[in-house]
């Protein structure tokens, strides 16, 4: 969600924030600032709306400085506005913080703060901390990082944060706990983010801070960690597997667009060293001490939010059908308060594009608390998910920029189709011929998906049709149930359009009193698994007059006949048609979108990576 970064120095920090700020707008946001330490003091520069307008704000404005700190703010407490956004000082002016999270306790924090003679401009939990941590320093005249240190012995609730101080312009303070923050380091100079894009360009080498962990971060010294209970931590440098052209539009108009065509090579980088091309046979590393707890696992419980979740419900089909193991496919969100019941007998898989997802890492916690063996399917290499489940696999997708999911929707089913051959086959309930079938199928995947985005001008002639509705129907049935979920989702996300994804057999049981002429039906209608029986269901919408959409199996006639438009996809196997069916789904949400004159890439009120309840 909100974006975070740091630098200090001997460069001009403001312009480094600045462009920072910029490679993090993808995580959704509704306001920017800046607070450069200079010999001034500290100029604290920020303004509602995006980055430019923070720039244009500035524009002759003090921001010279080789110490600052920038943030891009997606709202929680109090509304977007100038006042509210990042950073934020103390009453004495001596301290500038921002902060990613929120603050449980901090109305009772703020209510001991006035009645000690404190005032606030914002209506922010963050002002409400560095007011605490000012009182503190003073009172019990500590030095910066020990009053940061105290003060978050007091705050319950996610954070991360960067402080700085007036007057010492080699350093700052930083901090974490449910939010994630790294540390660039460089030669004499430092830089700090809540993820990778703004750091690449000056350094591949980070410190990932883990929560509860504090560090001083000073240009002239070497990088100090403790603990919130003050124990001493040595600094582990990971070095970056990140390049700068990755997360660039490479000539796309945005990155929504670019990442729906990455999808072959995306696809391809995910089963690269797990395929052995050769023989037909898989080798999944990142689990391969687990296999044996998986096949004997009772059941398989997959916990996720949004896509991610899709992903998952079309994981339960491959894991039941393939493997014969149970399956429950849970949001995260509800799973962690629902008093869930969870065995050691149990598996629970999370997924998270970013890996930092809250509520999915609250679940993580809860099933470790109750002794099930946890593994984690992700994209963010580091990143908080990978780093406390027991085991997993990633995606391989490499950066995803828009806020809206494609490449990783479609990895994450790869590795969950992946996941589900080599432990049915391990297991025996697949045979070695439908084993090596598929495998044989997954090769060719790419090769498909270029095909099908081959349907792109096709699709962009049937979203002028559709770009004025004001509602949408989607209906699959089986492995294209999930698909239809994730086609609405995606719809939703970024044209803002009301969409609902069904079973097509549930649609007699309420939707279909919505259909008349004016009502866009998409329809996934493979010739794989029910396709007799979605024909029936497009019948149905036929006769109450429906504006069909339908996405076909290649040579399909019966259904040509009875939709006002067919997107033809490539045949497959039923377990792999999702990573077919939902490309044009993507491509239609993306240009109705872009008819329709949204950001495509930064819908609004969304953000790429949910770290807040």
């Not at 974490?176 to 430092?190: F, T």
């Not at 240009?219 to 052209?245: A, F, G, Q, R, V």
């Amino acid at each position: 969600m909100c974006g975070i970064v740091g630098y200090v120095g001997s460069k001009d920090a403001y312009p480094i924030i600045v462009k920072g700020l910029k490679r993090l707008e993808y995580r959704g946001y509704d306001s920017a600032g800046v607070a450069i330490g200079n010999s001034h003091g500290i100029s604290v520069l920020k303004q509602k709306g995006k980055v430019v307008d923070l720039e244009a704000y500035a524009a002759g404005k003090d921001n010279s400085g080789s110490i600052g700190i920038g943030h891009t703010r997606w709202a929680t407490h109090g509304a977007p506005n100038q006042v509210n956004a990042h950073p934020h000082s103390s009453g004495d002016g001596k301290l500038a913080l921002i902060h990613n999270g929120i603050i449980e306790n901090y109305d009772s924090l703020k209510k001991a703060l006035l009645e000690k003679g404190h005032t606030f401009e914002s209506d922010t939990d963050t002002e409400v901390l560095v007011h605490l941590i000012e009182e503190i320093k003073n009172h019990e005249e500590v030095s910066l990082f020990e009053a940061v240190r105290i003060a978050l012995s007091e705050v319950v609730g996610a954070y991360a944060i960067v402080v700085i101080e007036k007057g010492i312009n080699s350093e700052f303070v930083a901090a974490r706990k449910g939010s994630p923050l790294l540390i660039g380091v460089g030669r004499d100079e430092y830089y700090i983010a809540s993820d990778a894009t703004p750091i690449i360009e000056y350094t591949n080498e980070v410190v990932y801070l883990e929560d509860g962990e504090i560090a001083r971060v000073n240009c002239n010294d070497k990088l100090e960690i403790t603990t919130i209970s003050n124990e001493k931590i040595t600094p582990y440098i990971h070095e970056l597997k990140l390049s700068l052209d990755t997360i660039e539009k490479a000539g796309f108009p945005h990155f929504m667009l670019k990442e729906i065509y990455e999808q072959p090579k995306s696809i391809l980088d995910t089963m690269r060293g797990r395929i052995d091309l050769e023989n037909k046979e898989l080798k999944l590393g990142g689990i391969s001490d687990y296999e044996q707890k998986i096949i004997n696992a009772d059941r398989i419980i997959i916990v996720a939010c949004g896509t991610s979740w899709h992903a998952g419900l079309i994981g339960e089909y491959l894991f039941e059908d393939l493997a014969r193991i149970p399956v429950e496919v849970e949001y995260a969100s509800e799973f962690r308060y629902r008093n869930p019941i969870i065995k050691e007998s149990d598996v629970v898989l999370a997924i998270s594009q970013s890996g930092e997802t809250a509520d999915t890492l609250a679940a993580i916690k809860l099933a470790k608390e109750k002794g099930a063996t946890v593994l984690g399917v992700c994209n963010v290499a580091g990143s908080s998910i990978p780093r406390i489940t027991h085991a997993g696999i990633y995606t391989h997708a490499g950066p995803e920029i828009g806020v809206a999911s494609t490449k990783a929707f479609t990895t994450q089913v790869v590795v969950l189709a992946l996941m589900a051959l080599r432990i049915g086959k391990d297991k025996g309930t697949l045979s070695n011929n439908n084993y090596h079938q598929i495998i044989a199928q997954l090769e060719v995947i790419p090769e498909k998906i270029e095909k099908v985005l081959e349907t792109n001008s096709q699709i962009k002639i049937i979203a002028k049709q559709f770009k004025d509705a004001t509602n949408f129907l989607y209906l699959g049935r089986g492995y294209n149930f999930p698909v239809a979920l994730e086609g609405a989702l995606k719809l939703k996300e970024i044209s803002y359009i009301h969409a609902e994804g069904y079973p097509a057999a549930e649609m007699k049981h309420g939707p279909i009193a919505l259909i008349d002429s004016e009502m866009p039906i998409v329809v996934i209608a493979t010739k794989k698994g029910n396709y007799e029986k979605v024909v029936s269901n497009i019948q149905e919408v036929k006769a109450r007059g429906g504006r069909l959409i339908a996405i076909v199996t290649e040579g399909d006639k019966m259904v040509k006949e009875l939709a006002e438009f067919c997107i033809e996809i490539p045949n497959c196997f039923e377990e792999l048609a999702p990573l077919l069916s939902n490309i044009p789904l993507q491509l239609l949400s993306y240009h109705i979108a872009l008819l329709r004159g949204c950001n495509v890439d930064q819908p609004r009120n969304l953000a790429k990576s949910v770290t807040v309840e």
